[in-house]
């Protein structure tokens, strides 16, 4: 163990589009724990799109990030030291201080998971927070019922990947995604979606409406804008959106255009809903048991694009914005 | 009984802003009632914003009006003559052929009222679709709670000043309204708003954040535009709007610009529900229940606009887009 870990503070706070100027890779002294406290050698961080609001100075949720301080973040790692009972040198952790090297937590910040019932990567993908995030969103924010179909966006990013195959699972009689590259749109194929569109490739809309031709019932929206007022469009009546991110806004120092036609939640009566997934930690157990097996029958397949050495971390999340991941984006330590 | 009967026709379809030239005032033979059938006389008749979206010649819940037919809406009448059980000369009808002097109704299109138990007029408007609207609204699409901050746009019209008052009596914490002119906001004053605001005065979302500094947890929605986005951007974490109409929308030819800040609906956790009162009458019941027993202790109070004379149709209908009513506007016939 050495005496310094090396972290990812915030620099500066982008305005638009964020770049490398942005981060700053510090040097900082390895704390030891206290009371109740574990030092946590982090093996394995998560960049994700929320991450972007929290780097705006601006009221929210949660409170932005702070400048010149390390950034945070799902992450897991193993104990190198601990004052807690119930941690031991060698477990390993589940806790939300990623962007270091070093993470000091108290004892309640972190959960341990077992490395011998599914890879560990999978606790930040598709059997953690982002598993549950789609299943939550689907299930429980968009009430997706068998015969509906179904329409997700950013369809073959880590959420949206789990969104198109848990609606297959639950009943969808059709799952449309939308991506960002032919390849993409070549993997949502191979993950059973039953139609997918490049939409680079024409106005949403018209993508969709080929894709959809009877409408649809429900929309998962991580995109908003142009995706959003698509889906609008092609909503049957009653039709349900889960939103959940709008990563197209997240850039923009323009407010958006999109969507012109919000006057047909009316007529249509549409149910448009913004969640969080830890407002559904009460279904959690249920989505474990469901993922754990689906995972175990190899119903459900996940993605990870993974980028080495903490130093990366920016430029893992730059390009996380960009879309250059397919499936879930991590970072190696 | 005369041979003829006035009727106003859709002449064509307004672009943009409706005007006279839009309506045709015809004469027609009186129909004969065929066997379960009767033939009304209309007495009273509805005008509501609604229907400007039905002259528009677009896929919808419900069918575009007929050019060169009688327009259709709520009406009350007296049957003259009568081919149904059930149904006898002199039994006051509510239906929804409205707009015309005579209309003749298949006999299950039709639902006699009795005219002892409360002012005809009332079953148009507070005892009628107009207050179950606010009631189901605020209290199914909305779920308001008690202690809830409540904000109402076009609060000085039929719904709104409805959905006001039984927000108060279902235990508010806070209603706050937003209307057209001083005489307006005076009025809500004195129907127990605890403020109330011009909108000509300043920003809507200004105006509102004044209003209701602590936030507010659910806007009923009758004009979506500023008024929406000023919601969301008051809204405290799990808001929820209940869209009853998007009047500021009707009329306009361009797609609107706002809300431009929707993506709040991620970060607060926000519901945006369309909704038809048609989708509620399960809870018919109960509205009549409780409106009943809130009119006979007069703790509500509703206000009518009257216009006289079938011919003046059209023009307390485009009264009502350019907000001249207080409260329900009726046409009598």
Chains 1, 2 share one sequence.
């Not at 999109?258 to 249509?268: D, E, F, S, T, Y």
């Not at 190899?298 to 730059?318: C, K, M, N, Q, S």
Request: glycine content about 12%; aromatic content about 6%; some cysteine.
């Amino acid at each position: 163990m050495t005496d310094t870990g090396r972290e990812i503070h915030l620099a500066s706070r982008p305005e638009g589009w964020p770049s490398a100027e942005n981060f700053r890779l510090v040097e900082a002294p390895v704390p030891t724990p206290g009371p109740g406290q574990v030092l946590v050698r982090n093996t394995l961080m998560s960049v994700d799109p929320y991450m972007r609001g929290r780097m705006n100075d601006a009221k929210s949720y949660v409170p932005p990030f702070r400048l010149d301080a390390p950034l945070e973040g799902g992450a897991l790692g193993e104990v190198v030291a601990s004052e807690a009972d119930g941690f031991a040198p060698g477990d390993t952790v589940l806790h939300g201080l990623g962007w270091r090297e070093y993470a000091l937590l108290d004892a309640g910040a972190g959960r341990k998971v077992d490395p011998t019932i599914a890879p560990v990567n999978t606790y930040l993908s598709v059997l953690g927070l982002t598993g549950q995030t789609a299943y939550a969103g689907l299930l429980e924010v968009a009430a997706m019922r068998p015969g509906d179909t179904v329409f997700v966006s950013a369809a073959a990013g880590a959420v949206g990947s789990l969104v198109g195959q848990i609606a297959k699972l639950k009943g969808a009689a059709r799952v449309i995604g939308s991506a960002g590259s032919p390849a993409k749109v070549k993997r949502l194929g191979e993950l059973g979606f039953d139609a997918a569109f490049d939409y680079h490739d024409g106005p949403v809309r018209e993508s969709l409406r080929a894709a959809a031709p009877d409408g649809i019932d429900v929309y998962f929206d991580n995109v908003g804008g142009d995706h959003l007022e698509a889906a609008i469009s092609a909503f049957n009546v009653h039709g349900r959106a889960a939103i959940c991110g709008m990563i197209a806004q997240y850039n923009s120092a323009e407010p958006p255009a999109a969507p012109r036609n919000l006057a047909q939640v009316v007529g249509k009566r549409l149910t448009l809903r913004g969640f969080l997934v830890n407002d559904h930690n009460d279904l959690r157990d249920r989505f474990v048991a469901d993922m754990s097996g689906w995972l175990r029958d190899g119903a459900i397949r996940y993605d990870e694009t993974v980028v080495d050495g903490i130093e990366r971390a920016p430029e893992a999340f730059l390009g996380l914005l960009r879309g250059e991941n397919l499936g879930k984006m991590l970072v190696r330590l």
